[in-house]
């Protein structure tokens, strides 16, 4: 009778196991059920083993070991289950992970610099590498900085061509990058060498070649015997450096109220060279920047001796500049920020 049910049991077990192997639910939690079903304080093996007493004791050896044997049947059973069960699902994993290191990639364009940006960082190179620092001073502007300093007072007629947006009587977005140089003087004594570049504003009617926001790049030296030449000479190496060493240039007299002698000056065309053609409208030469001497009053303003100091300054519209290297028909593309146009640089 008992070696029946202990049969049965080691039967019906493995029955269970083998379709536990099969499931498609939680196996984890089903093993665990099927072993607490047979094996457990509560479970049928252990139901059958509590009745070992009623046996005779010619029986209970006999039972016993078959007992024994249903027992270390189902728990090898149960081992070999959980081994296949976490063997399928590793190999479920590994066909989930897997990466094809042939598929073809995912194709990401990389952007590019403005070109701007690009231009504006070989000019500050050829000037780092001249000895010149970096400077740079704020868009929204005292009236003092961007006029009065720079010996252009209220009434001064210069102010009529600067088209300024004014944020108050005294406040306004400085209309050209001059207003650094007077920065600059106040902080520090000579010598000075610094460029500034950075955006400009002046309340122009928007055309193709005029926006109300657009950079230049000032430069200032002030030290001891600096002349004209030292002028001559650093806008030459720079021309060159940015047009190429055919590049020339010349100084044709201006009129800045900041520089005294003042001076706009000219490259030769770096598309024919100086010989005339549709870029230069047939100078052969193009307009890049006003320059000059630093006018005394000026250096006065600052508190520097112009016994003792004198200086160069120049600014440049970088805009033009860079219109001409890349044949950029209208200024208005700089600030659209159409992919298309930028996309080409
Ligand atoms: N600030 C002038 C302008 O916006 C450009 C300029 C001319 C700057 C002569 C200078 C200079 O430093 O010396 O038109």
């Not at 665990?32 to 005779?56: A, D, F, I, P, S």
């Not at 990401?108 to 070109?115: D, I, K, M, R, T």
């Not at 920020?337 to 996309?343: A, E, I, Y």
């Amino acid at each position: 009778m008992m070696k029946e049910m202990l049969e049965k049991i080691g039967k019906q077990a493995q029955e269970e196991i083998a379709a536990l192997v099969k499931s498609s639910g939680d196996l984890k939690a089903e093993f665990e059920q099927v072993r607490v079903k047979y094996l457990g304080k509560k479970g049928e093996l252990t139901g059958v083993l509590r009745q070992m007493g009623k046996l005779t004791p010619e029986e209970r050896p006999v039972i016993g070991e078959l007992a024994n044997e249903v027992r270390a049947d189902i728990e090898k059973k149960l081992a070999d289950a959980k081994a296949k069960i976490e063997d399928l699902k590793l190999q479920q994993q590994l066909k989930n992970e897997v990466l094809d290191v042939t598929m073809p990639g995912k194709d990401f364009s990389a952007g590019s610099l403005h070109p701007l940006t690009q231009v504006l960082n070989e000019v500050k190179d050829i000037f780092i590498g001249l000895g010149f620092e970096v400077a740079a001073g704020p868009e929204v502007e005292l009236d003092y900085y961007n006029f009065e300093a720079l010996n252009i007072p209220k009434d001064h007629p210069a102010r009529d061509t600067q088209d300024t947006f004014y944020v108050s009587e005294n406040v306004l977005l400085r209309t050209q990058t001059s207003p650094v140089q007077i920065r600059v003087m106040e902080q520090k004594k000579p010598p000075i060498r610094i460029i500034a570049p950075g955006r400009v504003y002046r309340s122009d009617a928007v055309d193709a070649t005029h926006s109300p926001v657009f950079h230049q790049i000032e430069g200032l030296v002030v030290d001891r015997g600096v002349t004209m030449a030292d002028l001559k000479g650093t806008l030459e190496t720079v021309a060159k450096q940015l047009y190429g060493e055919d590049a020339r240039i010349r100084f044709r007299p201006h009129h800045f109220p900041f520089t005294e002698p003042s001076a706009e000056v000219d490259v030769s065309c770096f598309a024919c060279g100086g010989k005339g053609c549709r870029l230069c409208k047939g100078e052969g030469w193009i307009e890049i920047l006003g320059a000059g001497m630093v006018h005394p009053q000026v250096l006065r303003n600052c508190d520097i001796d112009p016994e003792e100091y004198s200086g160069f300054a120049f600014g440049m519209g970088l805009e033009r500049i860079v219109m001409r290297r890349f044949d950029i028909q209208d200024i208005r593309m700089f600030f659209e920020n159409d992919m298309r146009f930028l996309k080409q640089f």
